[in-house]
């Protein structure tokens, strides 16, 4: 997967203890700018990942391309991989209910809230969680209206063949301007097709949120417009695209499991670019520090509100400094 | 810290998904025989790294010296890294109340049971974790008594400059044949010091484990019957440990924190062996698809009860097979 090609130095995220390494993260980051050239790179940018939940703007272009009157705030749990507090049901029953569906019709599994608060509350109110609680029941909420309002089943939204998942399939390939059979394809947490491609690929994808063009510009910019004016429907409490997108003007930023990370990212000394990153091992904890490694690479005005998403101390239960987290993303520009 | 010697090759777990590599976690193995030699290796064997929790067959010593009669589970659970159930809090309780120490003494800090059930119960209470639901409360509980036995002040028993302290990590370099000067001191999770060494010292102290000889061997003998003899003690519920060390006969396991390894095994065509190994990046799901390879190349059989500890394939929420994990620990024999 790595190592066989010629590629940049991988960027690395070191945890240490007492001043020697304990664990350390391996990461690849691509960079695109506004007019899709790959501007800047750490590691492999051809490396075939799967986006998994960043790959969430994409799979609601169908549905702000059919539903331009849809209020933002839906149109942003629809992009969300939410923590299934009261307020992020609220908005996912709020679309359900548009398309005439129920929680019966979302076929996304279930899963206890990730926020601990919304997953105690439940664990005390002696409560099941339902579907309505999965992080990704916005995203099927919002397919369950795209299928509605462009007459196809609503049956079977989950499966690759449904004509939805083919239009999702194409429009990475069409953002990301890689081939049909570049965009491979497997199945998500939440059971509907994850897709595949070069990491400059969505990252390209992040830089067309970042400066619309052609066709689907008043779409890709009505999610922009969405994420960025709803980060607490994106994430949740404490979690990072929540409390990241507020810090950096135009900024709209989006985690996928396993550690992928994309950006879209509207003022930079550079113009608009499109961000990438994948940690290769999946280690979620390495994120927050590549995130801020390459914002600030990129020029970007890195605060102390800023730094404290990535503390560079670490401390234990007792609350005692017990090591540190040291970070090298060495950005080759192209 | 890697890849600057010349190493063997070393170990991949790779999760895959429709196919495809996703997340890679890259390992490193060493092998130790009963006369302390190093038989076999994957990856980089000299690897100086922190065996964190997997030290506690170590820090249990002083204490199974001072006290030869002291009941198997309450040396078990001052090997433990216990998951908070009441079960193991009542083991703690007893051994704290042998020194005439309160959970006022313990400085291990707090957490939530790491058994999701046990947690759950604290919740639906409206009760707050104490240090007696911290993992490494029976390791403290232990000191505790090794300090009153040893005439040791029971005050300040966590600081590096305290007399246990000092005798643990003399007993990490003796037991692993390794220098005073190679055993680096972080401090712990809990606010103990945590050593480290080199990948092939803890492999050693494993071997001596399933091996024991020389003036220490009556008190690693206890150590390793306590362990083996208490399985549920040394871990909890669902977890590695607990699970393995039952169907494996003669092994005495111990996972530390950031995915290392340590195992004691008595029984293979090779005589007594002793592994110890550390996933490079800490990522812990590789651990129980490492552990068993490692067995296996080591010639003691595999059963489908072990297997179901390492699935081979993986299960999104909605219970639909997304992926699956395919590892390659390719030993190289001294």
Chains 1, 2 share one sequence.
């Not at 390494?21 to 051809?46: F, K, L, Y």
């Not at 550690?259 to 290769?280: C, D, N, S």
């Not at 020029?299 to 503390?311: D, I, K, Y």
């Amino acid at each position: 997967m790595t190592g066989q090609r010629e590629t940049g130095q991988a960027g690395r995220v070191i945890f240490t203890r007492g001043g020697l390494p304990e664990s350390i993260h391996t990461v690849h980051v691509a960079v695109v700018d506004g007019g899709g050239q790959q501007v800047a790179s750490c590691g492999d940018a051809d490396l075939v990942t799967f986006p998994r939940s960043s790959s969430k703007p994409v799979q609601a272009l169908p549905l702000a391309l059919a539903a331009p009157e849809l209020p933002g705030d839906e149109l942003a749990i629809a992009c969300a991989s939410h923590a299934g507090t009261p307020e992020h049901l609220a908005v996912v029953a709020r679309l359900l209910a548009r398309s005439g569906s129920t929680v019966a019709d979302l076929r996304c599994g279930t899963h206890p809230p990730f926020d601990p608060a919304a997953a105690a509350d439940l664990i005390r109110r002696n409560e099941a969680p339902t579907p309505l609680h999965h992080n990704c029941s916005g995203k099927h909420a919002g397919m369950l209206l795209a299928c509605v309002l462009n007459g196809w089943p609503r049956e079977g939204y989950t499966e690759h063949a449904h004509p939805l998942q083919v239009r999702i399939r194409e429009l990475h390939a069409e953002l990301g301007s890689v081939t049909l059979n570049h965009v491979h394809a497997g199945t998500d947490g939440c059971s509907v097709p994850a897709f595949a491609l070069p990491l400059h690929g969505m990252a390209r994808i992040f830089a067309r949120l970042a400066a619309p063009s052609g066709p689907l510009a008043p779409a890709l910019e009505r999610v922009f417009q969405a994420m960025t004016a709803h980060p607490f429907l994106i994430a949740g409490p404490g979690r990072l695209d929540t409390t990241l997108m507020p810090l950096v003007p135009g900024l709209a930023a989006k985690m996928g499991a396993e550690a992928f990370y994309g950006m879209a990212l509207r003022e930079t000394p550079h113009g608009p670019l499109g961000i990438a990153f994948k940690v290769q091992d999946g280690g979620e904890r390495a994120r927050p520090h590549i995130a801020l490694a390459v914002l600030e690479a990129l020029g970007v005005p890195v605060t102390e509100e800023m730094r404290a998403l990535a503390p560079a101390t670490l401390h234990n239960w007792a609350g005692r400094e017990v090591g540190g987290v040291e970070v090298e993303v060495p950005l080759k520009w192209a």
